[in-house]
C-alpha cells in the first residue's frame, strides 16, 4: 500500500530556518508499527524518494506515543534565501505519499 | 505567592499570532470568563524568513496589532490577569518592543485601565556583543561557524531569551510585558513557573498552546485556547465550542515544527517528553503528565541574525505552447546568457522557478519531468543595487517574449505576461547569517528588562 493509505497525516514544515521536518501520523497503534517494522522507510527510500543522497536524510524517528513517524531533512537552502518558492516549508511532502509499503 | 505552593496557574492564549489577522473575539471572551492568570500571545516566528529581522519592516498591519494588542489589555484588566506577549513585531526587534508600548501606552490611556505596571524585555543584540562571543558560540541550525565576517554581514540579530527577564519582570509587579524575541513556551510558561510550578510541565503547556488552535482538531483558525498547569499535571482545552483537544490532537502538535519528538531544548535546559502520558479529561479536555524538567550545565541561547543580500526584483511570465513549455530550460538558459551579456558575469543572482514542474521541490522534485498544460516562470533578480536589479528584472522580462527555441511556431511564441511592469515584492532580499548558541554566564547578558507604571 502507499503511504498516503496507510497514514491518518502527513505533513512538512520548518524545523527552524535550515530544516524541514516531515510528520506521518496513524490513526492506530498497529498501522504505526507495521509502517515502522515493514524496514522500507529507511534514509534509502526517502531520498530516493527526493533524489538526494542519503546523508540528506538526517533522522527518522519512531514517536511512539503519538503513532507517529517523524523525518528530519536539511532545506534545499535556508529558509527565505534568494530563491525560495517554500518559506513555511509546507509543501515538501509529496514525494512521501507514494512511497510502497508492505 | 513566589516560589509558593501555588494551586495552579491558568494561560489564555487569545492568538497562535498575535497581529497577524484579527483573531476571533467570541472564543476569546469565553477564555476571559474563566478568570485565566494570565492573557498571552507570541507575535513572531523564525518561519517569516529573514527579511523582517533583517530589513526591519514591520510584518503586521499596524492597525490590526492594535486591535489584538487592546483586546487582549481590556480582557485581562476585565478578570485581572496579567499581559504577556513575545517576539513583538514579528523578529522581535527593539523597535518593535517601543511600538507594542506606545500602543499599549495609548490603550491604557483611551481606554482608562490605569496606572498599570507596563515591562519592556528587550532581546537585539549588537555586533560588538556578537564578536566578544564568538569563542562561546556554535552552529545550531546554520551549517558555518559564527566568524567576524559573518557578523559583518549581519543587519540585526536578537536573542531567543529564556523565562528568566520573564521572571524578573514579574517580580517587579509587572501587569503587562512586552517582549522581544523569545522562546515560544516560555511566554506562556512564565507565570506558572513564577507561582512555582514545575517548570517541565509548564514549558510543555506553553509548547502545547503557543500556536493556539494548531493543537485542538478542527483547528479553527484565531480562535483562543486555555492551558491550565497543576501541581503534577496541565490541560489544555480550546475554546470555541466546535474545537476540541484530544489526546491525538495534543500529542500531533508536540511534533510540530521540532526535530526531536522527545526533548523540547531551551535556554538553560531541555523538558524530556519520554514518558509524558496524554489522557482524556474530558470530551474537549486533555491532561498532560510526566514532562520533565532538567538543567543543562551551561545557558545557551539561540541568536538569529539576517543580513541583506542586495535588491530584489521579480518577473512572472507564463507558457500555454507545448513547445515552449518542452524547451522552457533553452529559453531561461537564452535569458540568462542575455543578461550576462548586458550586465556582466559576477555580482549579481537570478533564480528562475518553473510552477507546473518543480518550482516548489527543484531538484528535489522527481516527477519534473511531466510538466502541467501550461507553466509559470517567476525570476528573481538580486543585485546589490536597484538600478542593477531593475536591468536584469528588464532583460528577463525581454527576453521571455522575444525567447527563441527549438522548433518555435513562426514570429510568435514568446511568454504571455500578466502585466509589462516588474514587480517588486519588498524590495530587498535578505539571508539568514546567524542561526547559533551562545553560551552566556548569566540570563540577562543578552536582554534588559524596564518597567514603567503607565498612569
Known sequence: ?102 | MIGGAAGRSAVLCASGSMGLTPFHHESFWAGIDRQPDVVAADAGSGDIGPYYLGSGHWYNLREWEELDLSTMLNGARKCGARMIVGSAGGAGLDKAVDLYFDIVRTAVHRDRLGPLRVARIYSQVTHDWLREKLDCSAPLGAPWPMTEEIIDQTSNAVAMIGVEPYLRALDEGADVIIAGRSCDDVLFAAHPIWVGLDRGLSLHMGKSIECGPLVATPPLQRESVLGVVYPDAFTVEPLHPAMRCTPASVIGHTLYERLDPYHQAGPGGTVDLTDVVYDVASDRMVKVTGSAWTESREYRVKMEGSGRVGARKIVIFGFRDPVAIAHIDEIVADIRREVTRVVGADGWQLYFSVYGRNAIMDGRDLMAGQSGHEIAVLAQAVAPDEATATRIAKLVKYGSLRAQYGGKFGKGGGAALPGDEVLSPDQEAYRWTIDHLVTVSDPFECCRVEIDTVP
Do not use: C, W
Open chain 1, 1 to 102: 500500500m502507499k503511504l498516503s493509505e496507510l497514514a491518518s497525516g502527513l505533513s512538512s514544515k520548518n524545523a527552524g530556518n535550515f530544516h524541514l521536518t516531515f510528520d506521518i501520523l496513524f490513526e492506530s497503534a498497529a498501522t504505526y508499527r507495521r509502517v515502522l517494522d515493514s524496514g522500507r522507510l529507511t534514509p534509502d527510500a526517502v531520498a530516493n524518494a527526493y533524489g538526494v543522497d542519503p546523508s540528506e536524510v538526517l533522522a527518522i524517528i519512531g514517536f511512539e506515543p503519538g503513532h507517529a513517524i517523524k523525518i528530519n531533512m536539511r532545506r534545499r537552502i535556508a529558509s527565505g534565501d534568494p530563491g525560495e518558492t517554500d518559506v513555511f516549508g509546507a509543501q515538501q511532502y509529496a514525494p512521501l505519499l507514494e512511497l510502497e509499503i508492505p
